[in-house]
């Protein structure tokens, strides 16, 4: 083979090999260009404290807490001359502080009762988990301390999960305390939480209105059948369940609950 065919061979390979590569490069950035890019979705904690800071009145929005427990209320001042007290609203988990149902009603029929009202921005963090118990214990400690200094009583109103986590608060911290409260559709977890809920419950020494509605899942009612039964038992006194008729997304229904707390807290003597 002559040195001239050699050497031909070599640069028609060189040219294929660069052919190649480039190829190779250019596929590269194709592929680069046209792969998706994985956008982690944004806490649901953060888009209800977005919410929160975009509602339409501003002056209701609070930043309680120091800078490692900040959290958001929605507040809302009494509207009458007689101040009864404060109440703490706690919405159920994965649901806003201005609930457009049950929540957001309670806070303006109470602030028309004299009750000020605090509605907490929500946990979106199981409530199962060390950390979404620590933080729902700051957030009672925050709002004792914010609240210290008014007169009148402490209305505590929990809803859904919530119920049985801050129960288990309250009864394993003795400094944060409350006049009463008021149980939302409570449900637990799982049932071993169901049967801690029920007697931690009866530990308390503030009385409690349970409230439930007659369309809830059959696991709700099941649970609050249960607790009826157990207050029964020990003839706790100063417990009342009451089984709620209607939609609970219905005005009326909702009003309706109001009309109950605002009823129960009058035999209580508030008013």
Not at 122 to 128: A, C, R, V
Not at 130 to 142: F, G
Request: glycine share 4%; proline share 4%.
């Amino acid at each position: 083979m002559s040195k001239a065919l050699v050497l031909l061979l070599l640069s028609t390979l060189s040219l294929q090999i660069y052919a190649e590569e480039n190829n190779t490069e250019d596929n590269k950035g194709k592929n680069e260009a046209n792969k998706p890019t994985i956008t982690f979705p944004i806490s649901q904690q953060r888009m209800f404290d977005q919410d929160l800071t975009k509602y339409s009145d501003s002056n209701e929005v609070a930043w309680l807490g120091d800078k490692d427990n900040r959290f958001l209320t929605l507040w809302r001042e009494q509207t009458t001359g007689n101040v009864i007290g404060t109440s703490w609203i706690f919405a159920d988990t994965y649901t806003s502080a201005n609930n457009p149902n049950i929540i957001q009603t309670l806070r303006y029929q109470l602030s028309d009762k004299g009750l000020h009202t605090y509605s907490v921005s929500p946990l979106s963090q199981p409530l199962t988990s060390a950390h979404a118990e620590q933080r729902l214990q700051a957030q009672l400690l925050t709002l004792q301390d914010k609240t210290a200094s008014q007169i009148g009583k402490r209305l505590l109103i929990l809803q859904g999960a919530n119920c049985q986590a801050i129960i288990n608060i309250l009864v394993n911290n003795p400094d944060v305390y409350v006049d009463a409260i008021v149980l939302l559709s409570a449900h637990s977890p799982t049932p071993e939480l169901a049967k801690q809920f029920m007697s931690q419950m009866h530990q308390l020494n503030a009385p409690i209105l349970d409230l439930y509605a007659q369309t809830e899942s059959l696991a709700v009612i099941d649970e609050a059948n249960k607790r009826h039964t157990a207050a029964t038992r020990i003839n706790q006194g100063n417990y009342r369940q009451i089984e709620v008729i209607g939609l609970p997304g219905q005005v009326e229904t909702q009003i309706a609950t109001s009309q109950m707390i605002y009823g129960w807290l009058v035999k209580l003597g508030w008013y």
